[in-house]
């Protein structure tokens, strides 16, 4: 599989303060990949600097073949953007919008109006066209500045953090657009803070905090990095003491660490079905009743805190 981009070394300095720090990473073609990590990672800088709308401090990077610093707008040509803040007219109907934002990309007559009537059919909101976008909910603006990004049928699509601030109704129809999206083909990047995101749409993830990027892969890569772990996650209730079950639950065969956190026990083990029924009689014997067990495999959360020694979200 050929790589659609490739960034070689990128860094991005404001002054004194260096927003991304010499990042290197390819996409291939047909993937979604995932640049996950917290506020002010250096997820947007190096968005904007792909897209060309900053230039490098150094390093380069090149999109469809074409350098980001020697041919800025073959690269425009071969990408679309979904920014974080919406680039819409609200009086405008989304028709309207993208109608007009199609003539930025220089479409027009009857080619534009079926290519609007297609990019409408993507998003789901065919049956909307004619409203005002200030009409919309949160969700369905978001939807629309998708769209937008459509238009001229790019290469690679670039969607930074594009679920931030709206309902979990539209959060999952902006997820299924992705994952529609590039079930036609489409390559993504797609950048986020939600762990859960970059594990259910992620072809590879790439971690960045600090304007570094700490990791890159699959999941099931990135997981063996905490040594693939799992954890029993036990559910008890208000009045039960914990802490005698947790000195208890250390003393089994394969439990490698125990902790409570207020009405939960987390015990961590290489392989939690081996543990779950010594688990469970242990709490027996102490009268301990557990109201539910979970299985947790281990996750991108649980990588993040392992590299940095801090909580994804902090």
């Known amino acids: 599989m050929s790589n659609i981009l490739e960034v070689q070394n990128l860094v991005k300095q404001y002054g004194d303060f260096t927003a991304v720090k010499g990042i290197s990473f ?14 002010g990672a250096g997820k947007t800088t190096t968005i904007s600097m792909l897209s060309t709308l900053y230039a490098p401090t150094s390093g380069d990077a090149t999109i469809a073949g074409h ?21 819409l007219y609200e009086d405008l109907t989304a028709r309207e919008n993208l109608i007009f934002w199609g003539q930025m990309y220089g479409l027009s007559g009857k080619s534009l109006a079926a290519r609007v009537d297609e990019v409408l059919e993507q998003i789901g909101l065919t049956d909307k066209a004619k409203d005002r976008v200030k009409t919309y909910s949160g969700g369905m603006k978001r939807r629309v500045n998708i769209g937008v990004g459509l238009l001229h ?3 690679l699509l670039f969607m930074d953090e594009p679920t931030v601030g709206i309902d979990p109704q539209s959060r999952r129809a902006i997820l299924d657009t992705v994952k529609d999206l590039n079930k036609q083909g489409m390559t993504v ?16 993830v790439g971690i960045i905090d600090h304007g570094e990027l700490i990791a890159l892969g699959t999941r099931k890569e990135l997981t063996r990095q905490v040594g693939q772990t799992e954890t029993l996650i036990l559910h008890i209730g208000e009045n039960e003491d914990p802490e005698a079950l947790v000195t208890a639950l250390k003393d089994i065969d ?3 660490e125990v902790n409570a956190i207020d009405h939960e026990i987390a015990v961590i083990t290489h392989a939690a079905k081996d543990v779950l029924a010594p ?7 102490r009268g301990i009743k557990i109201h539910s067990i979970d299985i947790r495999e281990p996750n991108l959360e649980a990588v993040f805190l392992h590299l940095t020694g801090r909580a994804l979200r902090d």
């Open 26 to 39: 390819d996409i291939r073609d047909g993937e979604i990949f995932s640049l996950l990590g917290p506020n």
């Open 67 to 87: 350098s980001v610093k020697q041919k800025p707008m073959a690269v425009r040509n071969a990408i679309g953007v979904v920014p974080q803040d919406l680039a």
């Open 153 to 155: 049928k790019p290469n």
């Open 189 to 204: 990047l797609y950048t986020t803070h939600y762990m859960e995101e970059a594990e259910e749409l992620s072809h590879r």
């Open 254 to 256: 394969g439990v490698l």
């Open 279 to 285: 688990v469970v009689t242990k709490a027996n014997e």
